[in-house]
Nanobody
Framework: QVQLVESGGGLVQSGGSLRLSCAASGSIFSFYTMGWYRQAPGKQRELVALITVSGSTNYADSVKVRFTISRDNAKNTVYLQMNSLKPEDTAVYYC?????????WGQGTQVTVSS
């Protein structure tokens, strides 16, 4: 089992940047596919970005070019660099780790982008 703790959320103006971090417990972090998801009020949770064990990445169309997911296996941490933020990026951002078909979620971190 792994525990995930997100940090780095906050309030930022439109066009600004934030970097989210997700720190994982446990010694097999490198074997997890890691993802960032977000949920805006009244909307379903959606995939933002994914990074596999091999480092392959995948992004939602709405964040391509603006967001970058990365991982540091030595630090058991996955990051989401968010640039050119827009008000529609406002949401609670969640980190998810998946291994062997089992997924674990963090508690989420709020990102608010003001216009």
């Amino acid at each position: 089992q792994v525990q995930l703790v997100e940090s780095g959320g906050g309030l930022v103006q439109s066009g600004g940047s934030l970097r989210l971090s997700c720190a994982a417990s446990g010694s097999i972090f490198s074997f997890y596919t890691m993802g960032w998801y977000r949920q805006a009020p009244g909307k379903q949770r959606e995939l933002v970005a994914l990074i596999t064990v091999s480092g392959s990445t995948n992004y939602a169309d709405s964040v391509k070019v603006r967001f970058t997911i990365s991982r540091d296996n030595a630090k058991n941490t996955v990051y989401l660099q968010m640039n050119s933020l827009k008000p529609e990026d406002t949401a609670v951002y969640y980190c998810k780790g998946t291994i062997g078909g089992i997924s674990y979620w963090g508690q989420g971190t709020q990102v608010t982008v003001s216009s």
